[in-house]
């Protein structure tokens, strides 16, 4: 097995994970918590408790909830040097089919969610910070079936390049991570009759490991990206190359 990467310049840092509870979110935490990081790992309710995490309570479509959130590290922390912007809900729907209700509420959570995630954020964000947003290859290519889920992760590939050239001068990176599919309960939300279908198209075969994106992650928060945002990274096993 190869020895998980180590990133020195990670240690000490202060960082804030949304959707912790979730696969992916939980992962991420891990992964960052081992290098040293203190992780406040947030989620709509409280998520279990994980070694080196401090949970919070954060729906990311409440402004209350994120000034809430930001004054407590503000108060314990003083500054914030990460934040990944993870939480999301799937709810595949087709455009016949996706409701005014449906798509708002998809809107609120995964577009919303991370705008309101920079900006609530930027007050607190130290020189050199690194800002994740969770994107998919649901926000690179078109799938049948998941219209307004696409539309979302489109947006947020979209903010995160127009955020990345705001903040440039402050030095601080944003970047997308955008997995493709990966073994958490969101995949299972396909049509079970596809999910066969979809695995057998991965060229490097076989669903993604929540580890595999918490791992781009990392080199995105650490300062050996120093030189990365604006950019995408893709983790997909080659299911869109
Ligand atoms: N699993 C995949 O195949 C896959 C593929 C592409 C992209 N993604 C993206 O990765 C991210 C994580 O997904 P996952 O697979 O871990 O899914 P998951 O369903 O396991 O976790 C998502 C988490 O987000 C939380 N969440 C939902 N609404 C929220 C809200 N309003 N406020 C705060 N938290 C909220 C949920 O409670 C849950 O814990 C999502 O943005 C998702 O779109 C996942």
Not at 8 to 17: D, F
Not at 100 to 107: K, L, P, S, V
Not at 125 to 149: H, K, P, Q, R
Request: net charge negative.
């Amino acid at each position: 097995m190869t020895a998980p990467a180590t990133y020195p310049s990670l240690h000490g840092r202060t960082a804030l994970v949304t959707g912790a509870a979730g696969g992916i979110g939980r992962a991420i935490c891990a992964a960052l918590s081992a290098q040293g990081v203190t992780v406040y790992a947030s989620d709509r309710t409280l998520p279990e408790a994980q070694s080196g995490c401090i949970p919070l309570v954060l729906d990311v479509t409440d402004p209350e909830d994120w000034a809430a959130a930001m004054a407590r590290i503000s108060q314990e922390a003083g500054k914030l040097d990460v934040v990944v912007n993870n939480a999301g809900i799937y709810a595949p729907a087709s455009l016949e089919a996706e409701t005014a209700e449906g798509f708002d509420r998809i809107m609120k959570i995964n577009q919303f969610g991370t705008f309101w995630g920079m900006k609530a954020a930027l007050p607190l964000l130290s020189e050199g910070a690194s800002i994740v947003n969770l994107s998919s290859i649901g926000g690179m290519v078109g799938y049948g079936g998941t219209f307004g889920y696409a539309g979302a992760k489109w947006s947020v590939r979209g903010m995160t390049r127009s955020a990345a050239r705001e903040l440039a001068p402050r030095k601080i990176r944003v970047n997308t991570v955008c997995p493709g599919v990966i073994d958490t309960p969101m995949f299972y939300e396909n049509d079970p009759a596809q999910l066969d279908a979809f695995l057998e198209t991965v060229p490097l075969g076989g669903l993604g490991k929540p580890e595999d994106i918490a791992n781009a992650v990392l080199f995105l928060a650490s300062d050996q990206a120093a030189y990365v945002t604006g950019s995408d990274i893709l983790v997909d096993g080659g299911l869109i190359a």
